[in-house]
């Protein structure tokens, strides 16, 4: 036999005779209380008001209408996203989305005058639309669609 196979068989062998090295020790199942407690923790992702705006006039959008947004009863209860679309003819297009539907949508002019006011607005007719959005999400049950379908 030629030596490069006898030396290719010394090493399969001694792979073989060195000890199996044990398995980490498996974790036990969570308990009942564990899962409890796991299961009475909140979202950590509800209430986010989440930031896409990249001009400055957008992030001033983005500022105002959060601060108007956490003033209303209850908003901490939704997760929703501001979406802008700088444009240079048009100033900016807005946007705000709760799930994956928009719950308000304007264009912005350039001047950075009336953001406030805007993002005002903004805030009450989001507010208005997501509420209205979740009683009809509880009143209409439907075995055909899921929820992020009705």
Known sequence: MSSLFKG?????????????LASPVPT????????????AAP?????????????????????YFAANWRDKEMSERYSISIHEKPSAIRGSEMWVQFGQRKVFHTFMSPARSAVK???????EIAYKNVVELEVQRLLFQDKDLAQEEL
Do not use: H
């Not at 036990?28 to 299961?39: D, F, I, Q, Y």
């Not at 006011?117 to 805030?123: L, P, T």
């Open 43 to 63: 979202d950590p992702m509800i209430g986010v008001v989440i930031n896409r705006t990249v001009t400055v006039m957008g992030k001033d959008f983005y500022q």
């Open 8 to 20: 290719a068989c010394w090493g399969i062998l001694v792979l073989a005779m060195q000890p199996v």
């Open 117 to 123: 006011e805007a993002s005002a607005q903004a805030a």
């Open 28 to 39: 036990p199942l969570p308990t009942a209380v564990e899962k409890e407690r796991k299961a």
